[in-house]
């Protein structure tokens, strides 16, 4: 089979509650999931299991055997040559690995391929990056709930640069019992969003914020900016600001760029696309 591409975008958790923890230390969680128009590119080509990386933030990864888009192409048996144009910060709370991973098995899919069970395994966020369109996800990744299309808002997300490790984030946490998502309508625009979203939270953003001060910065940054709303996604250190129009989107994310960070101006729940 020849050349297969794939796109990987950005994972966004709009809302996410922590509302307990398993016995095995792994967090239950509650989160809106939705998906941005940018994200990383790959190509899979049958060929001895390899992966060579391209793109902004190559350099934050290596090729080594924990690489998740090696792993999840060991954990289907193939053998594939796979490229990777890494687009997304690393370690961002965008989903960056789940989301590569998740491409590579939806690929291996079309060639032939049968999917592991329990993908949640390579990564919290495999599962609902396998769907790539607005979720609930709820346990520890592993049930994913299909939502319908959620309007297609323009947002501008930021990364300050920094790193911010995971598990650190959930053990900074001080509440581990919150209540879970209020019901999740269909939304019908911004105004309606952001009502719903007001009404929620990321219980992660107090921790992240503590271990790296600079999110408060970019968060604020983004209010004043005339983001309708700010919020951290995932474990940090992306934040997302939601806009009334992509020219405020754009200026927005300009301005922020003109301070260092990484910032670009996208749109919220896009169709996962193959480029
Ligand atoms: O699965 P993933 O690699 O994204 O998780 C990284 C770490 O984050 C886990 O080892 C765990 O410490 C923490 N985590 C958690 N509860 C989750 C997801 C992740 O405690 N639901």
Redesign the pocket.
């Known amino acids: 089979m020849s050349l297969q591409t794939e796109f990987a975008p950005a994972k966004l958790n709009l809302a996410l509650h922590v509302t307990g923890r398993r016995k095995d230390?792994?967090?239950l969680?509650d989160s809106l999931v939705v998906f941005a128009g940018i994200g990383d590119h790959l190509r899979l080509q049958p060929g001895p299991l390899s992966l060579t990386l391209d793109g902004p933030f190559a350099a934050g990864l290596q090729p080594d055997e924990d690489n998740l888009c090696l792993r999840a192409a060991r954990s289907m048996g193939a053998e594939v040559a796979i490229g990777l144009t890494k687009n997304l910060p690393v370690a961002s709370g965008i989903g960056g690995g789940?989301a590569d991973a998740a491409a590579v098995l939806r690929t291996l899919t079309r060639m032939g391929y049968g999917l592991p069970d329990n993908p949640e395994r390579l990564?919290?966020?495999v599962p609902v990056c396998l769907l790539s369109a607005p979720a609930r996800m709820q346990g520890?990744?592993e049930i994913v709930t299909p939502l319908p299309a959620i309007p297609s808002v323009p947002m501008v997300l930021v990364n300050p640069g920094v790193a911010v490790p995971?598990?650190q984030v959930?053990a900074a946490m001080e509440r581990r019992d919150n209540p879970p998502l209020p019901t999740i309508p269909a939304f019908s625009g911004l105004d309606d969003l952001v009502g719903w979203l007001r009404g929620t939270r990321n219980d992660l953003q107090p921790a992240a914020c503590r271990i790296c001060p600079q999110i408060d910065q970019v968060l604020r940054a983004l209010q004043d900016s005339g983001a309708a709303l700010s919020r951290m996604s995932g474990s940090g250190a992306t934040c997302f600001g939601l806009y009334d129009s992509a020219d405020a989107a754009r200026t927005a994310a300009d301005a922020l760029s003109g301070r260092g960070w990484w910032a670009v101006a996208t749109e919220l729940a896009q169709p996962l696309r193959r480029r």
Do not use: I, K, N
Request: glycine fraction near 24%; charged fraction near 10%.
């Open positions: 230390g792994y967090h969680l789940s990564g919290a966020d520890v990744g995971t598990p959930f």
